[in-house]
């Protein structure tokens, strides 16, 4: 039986099975994660993704953090494995039954802003 090739032309490597070990171009990322390579690039600004290295002016993505990223995107309340708790919806909310309730249009909160302009009779 002859060598297998990968599409680039070298002996495919039973090491590059481990979706830890795949480096995917753009392009390749988005097919993998089913989504366009610009939704990649916008992950990647919003820093749901990070290129681990560089080919000439492409960026490179191992095949597991494209794969969490995906998940995490189509499941945002799902905890993502060994983290054990989802993530917090509004970091800067109280949690449920702590805060305190609301009087309407946040007048009381910019009302005592020495910033907010107020109104002069």
């Not at 039986?1 to 830890?20: N, V």
């Not at 390749?28 to 080919?55: D, F, H, K, M």
């Amino acid at each position: 039986m002859p060598p297998q090739f990968s599409r680039r032309g070298t002996q495919a490597d039973p090491a590059l099975a481990d979706p830890s070990r795949r480096l995917l171009t753009t392009a390749e990322a988005a097919e993998v994660a089913q989504v366009s390579p610009a939704c990649i690039r916008q992950w990647v600004r919003r820093g749901y993704l990070r290129p681990v290295a560089r080919y000439g002016k492409r960026n490179l993505y191992r095949e597991d953090h494209v794969l969490r990223a995906e998940r995490d995107r189509r499941n945002p309340g799902a905890p993502s494995p060994g983290t054990g708790t989802p993530p917090p919806r509004n970091p800067g909310a109280p949690s449920p039954g702590t805060g305190t309730p609301s009087s309407g249009a946040g007048s009381a909160r910019h009302a005592a802003s020495p910033d907010w302009p107020t109104a002069e009779r």
